[in-house]
Nanobody, 125 residues
Framework: QVQVVESGGGLVQAGGSLRLSCVAS????????MGWFRQAPGKEREFVTA????????RYADSVKGRFTISRDNAKNTVYLQMNSLNPEDTAVYYC??????????????????WGQGTQVTVSS
């Protein structure tokens, strides 16, 4: 059973930065593809970014390209989301997700089997 736990959310001013962490324990040989999604109040959950198990392939939503960076450290079973140049539209609960069968990073939340509880990111103007 894979368990996913996010951390690192908080309150930041517009233009600032935050780094989220996600520990995924239980992935066979650390080979989980990982994704970050977010959900703002009154909106549907949306894709942010994803990374394959090796870290060599990534995918980003257009809204975060050039501002957010996903990376991973398989020795620590951890995926990171570095968020720079944050703006109030980035305010949301950020969820980390994992899947043991994906070979490439996907933006479809239905493809992920394991989800964390979410961490709140609030960007003030």
């Amino acid at each position: 059973q894979v368990q996913v736990v996010e951390s690192g959310g908080g309150l930041v001013q517009a233009g600032g930065s935050l780094r989220l962490s996600c520990v995924a324990s239980g992935c066979t040989n650390s080979r989980c593809a990982m994704g970050w999604f977010r959900q703002a109040p009154g909106k549907e959950r949306e894709f942010v970014t994803a990374i394959d198990w090796s870290g060599r392939s990534t995918r980003y939503a257009d809204s975060v390209k050039g501002r957010f960076t996903i990376s991973r450290d398989n020795a620590k079973n951890t995926v990171y989301l570095q968020m720079n140049s944050l703006n109030p539209e980035d305010t949301a609960v950020y969820y980390c997700a994992a899947d043991q069968t994906m070979l490439t990073p996907r933006d479809d939340p239905e493809r992920y089997d394991y989800w964390g509880q979410g961490t709140q990111v609030t960007v003030s103007s």
